[in-house]
């Protein structure tokens, strides 16, 4: 009769097999006897290992014992064909790849690996784990760990199609540490504190209101090397403390990751640039009211460049949590959404703000149009710009990012995209070419439509936009 995991995890802690959870790879030494009979995994497979080398066989104990996680999983496409990457809890990754593919089917970016191309500690303690997740039903109460079995296990993979891997990998551990009577006290982590604690951070400043995760204060610092209890404690503050035990204590860090997930953090820091950008502009409304003050200087110029980089972070969140796993639809058409909102309030105000103020303000006699308006500064007729400047300030606002999503992240905002671009021809004298915005803008909802609703048209000559002559005349072309 098959045992169940909480069966063998306590078989396990009572003497049964290889040392438990708990214990680090490196406590098995280059001494370590070879053993004489099956060796049980944190799965709770035994391992037939006999017939391996000793070398061999001492890195898989140490592997099937070993004390990680996975943090994240991505699908990724090379010239050797597909693999999948599974980022441990260590600066190691594993890849599996399909084994249709040329070449090896699975290997490790640790040195050990590289150096001598020898089955590492991480590839065992993963084929372990994948072993109990893939097909448990099946697995043998004994399996052999060769390379060729490792490689024809892991493929496996490929057919399972499991959704949440590092969720289910980790969970699966943790099942084991809750049924295990020896797996009482929290398993600390005094070394690579690192790999967890920008995350730990991030997760962290979703409860503060207006705090980014680079923003909290000098308290989100890790504990020291030498932990104790005490070491964790910071005086009048939860939340540090809390940073500090999730940044050393992994089974506080997968649960509060269970609980803070990675769409919960980019969506409370999508939402606190929201908050910014409308920040920024009542900023400007309480400058050109009141006048400058000693805790608001903002006007037109600083207006536009706070709104710039409001985008910019906008657009680097996206990017850069959509390259650590995929974001959900939701999110992606968020960013989209805020981007519109942002663009739209600027569109709306296309007028001289100082032109009805109470107050006495100095004006240089070369005063430009746009330092007076704020829909001039950033759509109608921006500054030029040095070739030193960053993308950011020199990019057409808010329209080039937004070229460079996907369409079915911004498709549901087609009509108020139609109805910027017709506030934007309003505008427009009618002797005057049309802004660089207006042309980008035009040729992507153009683009949009001929793909949507005449998708045979490819062949077919596109009729010629408002702004096409002016495209190879004005600046920053794509």
């Not at 990754?93 to 084994?99: F, L, T």
């Not at 604690?197 to 705090?211: G, I, N, P, W, Y």
């Not at 006495?360 to 746009?370: F, H, I, K, L, Q």
């Amino acid at each position: 009769m098959p045992t169940t995991r909480s069966q063998r995890a306590r078989g396990r802690g009572r003497g049964g097999g290889a040392r438990g959870r708990g214990r680090p790879a490196s406590s098995q030494g280059a001494t370590t006897p070879a053993p004489t009979g099956p060796v049980q995994g944190h799965s709770g497979l035994f391992y037939n290992l006999q017939e391996m080398s000793p070398p061999s066989a001492i890195r898989a104990i140490a592997g099937i014992n070993a004390d990680l996680f996975v943090d994240r999983v991505r699908r990724h496409e090379s010239d050797r064909g597909a693999y999948y990457a599974f980022q441990l809890n260590r600066p190691v990754s594993v890849r599996i790849y399909n084994p249709i593919a040329q070449g090896q089917d699975i290997e490790c970016t640790c040195e050990e690996f590289r150096t001598s191309g020898a089955i590492c500690t991480h590839i065992y303690w993963l084929f372990d784990g994948l072993n109990a997740l893939l097909d448990t039903s099946t697995a043998s109460a004994s399996e052999a760990l060769s390379r060729m079995d490792i490689v024809t296990r892991a493929s496996a993979l490929y057919r399972a199609q499991l959704p949440s891997l590092p969720t289910i990998l980790n969970a699966s551990h943790d099942e084991l540490a809750s049924d295990s009577d020896d797996a009482v006290e929290a398993v600390l982590s005094p070394t690579f504190p690192d790999a967890r604690a920008d995350q730990v951070r991030d997760m962290l400043s979703v409860f503060d209101h207006r705090r980014l995760p680079n923003e909290l204060g000098e308290d989100f610092t890790p504990a020291p090397p030498s932990v104790t209890p005490q070491d964790f404690y910071v005086p009048n503050n939860l939340a540090a403390t809390i940073y500090r035990l999730a940044v050393r204590d992994e089974s506080v860090f997968r649960r509060l990751r269970r609980v803070v997930t990675h769409d919960v953090c980019a969506d409370a820091h999508l939402s606190k640039l929201r908050a910014r950008a409308r920040e920024a502009f009542a900023r400007l409304d309480s400058y050109i009211h009141d006048g400058p003050s000693g805790s608001n200087d903002q006007d037109v110029p600083r207006c536009a460049r706070m709104l710039r980089s409001i985008v910019d972070q906008i657009c680097q969140t996206r990017n850069l949590r959509a390259s650590t796993g995929p974001l959900s639809p939701a999110l992606v058409t968020k960013v989209a959404e805020i981007l519109v909102e942002i663009l739209q309030e600027v569109c709306n105000r296309n007028e001289d703000v100082y032109h009805r103020i109470g107050w006495e303000r100095e004006v240089g006699e070369d005063e430009p149009e746009r330092n007076r308006n704020l829909y001039v500064y950033l759509i109608d007729d921006p500054p030029r710009f040095s070739s030193s400047t960053p993308n950011w300030m020199t990019e057409t606002f808010v329209i080039d990012r937004l070229r460079q999503m996907p369409a079915n992240e911004w498709r549901h905002l087609i009509e108020r995209l139609t109805s910027i671009l017709d506030q934007i021809r309003e505008y427009m004298p009618d002797e005057d070419q049309p802004p660089l915005a207006y042309t980008k803008l035009e040729r992507m909802i153009q683009d949009y439509t001929v793909e949507v609703f005449e998708p045979s048209s490819s062949s077919v000559q596109r009729r010629p936009t408002l702004g096409s002559q002016r495209e190879t005349q004005r600046r920053r072309l794509d």
